[in-house]
């Protein structure tokens, strides 16, 4: 049944929080709702993908997904990454989905022709995929075939857990190395030389696109 991206999201006001100390929580909250509408834009015009998943616990956040033609998943019980992805994919397996492709939703630079190149990369064979952070530490996109093959290890080191589990089932392993996958905004360094890229603070660099996209 194709492939389905997944997007795990938090509340709008509570994603981002290691940012809390640089940045307002209104502007913490604006950048996290910029964060999700270009992720969903990005996934939604990308020609490879059947579904577009959102999951998250956020009303609001699931009811945009559906303005942009996305699915929503409400995550069920305490809030936790690894967990809810496992919910969202024992779901695509009892609906017979061949692939899914997890990515985390503060990827500033995603490209649409990236995520193509990652999906082909992944091809239709069974085994991972992976894009590590730039620190070669965190998973910032995952594709697994089938679906349920891997047990999520995102958090401290997930890139180095999800490539040894890989190892130990012997599954095809590929490291996908893109610029637009490996800069997340994580930390406060993250977000500063983000800012300084483009000379401008976020806050104002996300109101045309808000006022484009809501």
Same mark, same amino acid.
């Given at each position: %049944?194709?492939?389905?991206?997944?997007?795990?999201?938090?509340?709008?006001?509570?994603?981002?929080?290691?940012?809390?100390?640089? /940045?307002?929580?209104?502007?913490?909250?604006? =950048?996290?709702?910029?964060?999700?509408?270009?992720?969903?834009?990005?996934?939604?015009?990308?020609?490879?993908?059947?579904?577009?998943? /959102?999951?998250?616990?956020?009303?609001?956040?699931?009811? %945009?997904?559906? /303005?942009?033609?996305?699915?929503?998943?409400?995550?069920?019980?305490?809030?936790?990454?690894?967990?809810?992805?496992?919910?969202?994919?024992?779901?695509?397996?009892?609906?017979?989905?061949?692939?899914?492709?997890?990515?985390?939703?503060? $990827?500033?630079?995603?490209? +649409?022709?990236?995520?193509?190149?990652? /999906?082909?990369?992944?091809?239709?064979?069974?085994?991972?995929?992976?894009?590590?952070?730039?620190?070669?530490?965190?998973?910032?996109?995952?594709?697994?075939?089938?679906?349920?093959?891997?047990?999520?290890?995102?958090?401290?080191?997930?890139?180095?857990?999800?490539?040894?589990?890989?190892?130990?089932?012997?599954?095809?392993?590929?490291?996908?190395? =893109?610029?637009?996958?490996?800069?997340?905004?994580?930390?406060?360094?993250?977000?500063?030389?983000? +800012?300084? %890229?483009?000379?401008?603070?976020?806050?104002?660099?996300?109101?045309?696109? $808000?006022?484009?996209?809501?």
């Amino acid at each position: %049944m194709g492939l389905w991206a997944v997007v795990p999201v938090k509340p709008l006001n509570q994603g981002k929080s290691r940012l809390s100390k640089t /940045i307002t929580p209104e502007d913490r909250r604006q =950048l996290n709702l910029w964060l999700y509408l270009q992720t969903l834009r990005v996934l939604c015009e990308t020609k490879e993908i059947d579904e577009v998943w /959102i999951v998250s616990q956020d009303p609001e956040v699931l009811a %945009m997904a559906k /303005i942009w033609g996305a699915r929503s998943f409400e995550e069920i019980g305490r809030m936790d990454l690894n967990a809810a992805l496992e919910q969202v994919t024992r779901y695509a397996e009892e609906r017979g989905v061949d692939q899914l492709l997890i990515l985390p939703v503060d $990827l500033p630079c995603l490209q +649409k022709d990236d995520v193509s190149f990652f /999906i082909r990369k992944a091809g239709k064979n069974a085994g991972v995929v992976i894009a590590p952070d730039r620190r070669l530490t965190g998973t910032n996109a995952l594709m697994v075939n089938p679906p349920g093959c891997m047990v999520y290890q995102f958090g401290d080191d997930s890139f180095a857990l999800h490539c040894q589990q890989a190892r130990n089932k012997e599954m095809p392993l590929k490291i996908c190395d =893109l610029p637009s996958l490996k800069f997340d905004l994580d930390l406060p360094e993250d977000y500063l030389e983000y +800012k300084d %890229m483009f000379a401008v603070p976020i806050g104002q660099e996300c109101s045309e696109p $808000l006022a484009q996209m809501v």
